[in-house]
């Protein structure tokens, strides 16, 4: 299984972007998505969920500006991101997870994709 995020890039404060990540070798659509993102020098952290029902959540400084959404069909996430601000700057990381046909634990993780907010 494989995860490759992309769309990130530099984008001026206030403007808009959208991530995608998307899943190959096996069908994900009873797995949770969750986007993550490691500003420069901190933790990662959890930036918004979406269950395999289609259920939303979001971290607080996000709520209102970004949306995240998924393709079953395409086995892809994506989170779209509206008047960004330079705290969004990060390394955004996505994650799947639910169990698998053999009742097991699946947890994947992207590579990473960068964005940069200037101000």
């Known amino acids: 299984v494989q995860l490759q995020a992309s769309g990130g890039g530099l984008v001026q404060a206030g403007g808009s972007l959208r991530i995608s990540c998307t899943a190959s070798g096996g069908d994900f659509s009873s797995h949770g998505w969750t986007w993550f993102r490691q500003p420069p020098g901190q933790q990662r952290e959890p930036v918004a969920a979406?269950?395999?029902?289609?259920?939303?959540t979001y971290m607080d400084p996000v709520k209102g500006r970004f949306t995240i959404s998924r393709d079953n069909a395409k086995n892809t996430v994506y989170l779209q991101m509206y008047d960004l601000k330079s705290e969004d700057t990060a390394a955004y990381y996505c994650?799947?997870?639910?169990?698998?046909?053999?009742?097991?634990?699946?947890?994947?993780w992207g590579q990473g994709t960068l964005v940069t907010v200037s101000s």
């Open positions: 994650n799947l997870v639910g169990l698998n046909s053999r009742k097991t634990m699946d947890i994947f």
């Open positions: 979406i269950s395999k029902m289609g259920d939303t």
